[in-house]
């Protein structure tokens, strides 16, 4: 099983800055079978980033996605208010499908 | 738009089962993965298991002795079946269609979730 491990845990940051989260994989992980999701209170997980590094239908620009092999990033360049919450990385490359312990982005 | 819809016992009895209906509207159910993924309180996504429209399934090993996931074609929804439940298997489950390609997955709609709560 391919072990997804998220850092930071929690990230304090405000509004306008940049947030940076890292993914890393316990194996190797082909990027099209990567991904991440947003996920507010009380609500499902919304996908971000697809194959790595593709932004998903509606997703504003300020959220990029990159990194290859064990190793992935999420950008978001100016946090809005709306994009405080939890991110979860996914991995599909090998089953079973995993996700990483999430990070959640909180306001300082 | 594709939505999901989740539907079922909001409470299990311990060692009892737990089932689950998705239900698909605004789209066919085939040439897509369909999978049951739940969260835990206050806690992380597991991936449970999927099915792909033809019936073939792939689950988690952590579960797979306890699951059955099944397609209806014909209705457009997939459902649950989880035997043996104890209080660990409290939490929201979703149910989220898979996208795949031969070079690519990702889950682009989830349902809404539904809390299951084991107790007697």
């Known amino acids: 099983e391919i072990v997804l491990t998220q850092s930071p845990g929690t990230l304090s940051l405000s509004p306008g800055e940049r947030a940076t989260l890292t993914c890393r994989a316990s194996?190797?992980?082909?990027?099209?079978?990567f991904a991440w999701y947003q996920q507010k209170p009380g609500q499902a997980p919304r996908l971000l980033i697809y194959?790595?590094?593709n932004r998903a239908t509606g997703i504003p620009d300020r959220f990029s996605g990159s990194g290859s092999g064990t190793d992935f990033t999420l950008t978001i360049s100016r946090l809005e208010p709306e994009d405080f919450a939890v991110y979860y990385c996914q991995q599909y490359g090998s089953s079973p499908l995993t996700f990483g312990g999430g990070t959640k982005v909180e306001s300082k | 738009q594709v939505q999901l819809q989740e539907s079922g016992p909001g409470l299990v009895r311990p060692s009892e089962t737990l089932s689950l209906i998705c239900s698909v509207s605004g789209g066919s159910i085939n040439h897509y993965y369909w999978s049951w993924i739940r969260q835990p309180p206050g806690k992380g996504l597991e991936w449970i298991g999927h099915?792909?429209?033809?019936?073939?399934?792939n689950y988690n090993p952590s579960l797979k002795s306890r699951v059955t996931i099944s397609v209806d074609t014909s209705e457009n929804q997939f459902s649950l079946r989880l035997t043996s439940v104890t209080a660990a298997d409290t939490a929201v489950y979703y149910c989220?269609?898979?996208?795949?390609?031969?070079?690519?997955?990702?889950?682009?709609?989830w349902g809404q979730g539904t809390l299951v709560t084991v107790s007697s």
């Open positions: 989220a269609r898979g996208f795949s390609t031969s070079w690519s997955f990702r889950f682009d709609y």
């Open positions: 099915i792909y429209y033809t019936g073939s399934t």
């Open positions: 194996q190797s992980v082909s990027s099209g079978y």
């Open positions: 194959d790595a590094s």
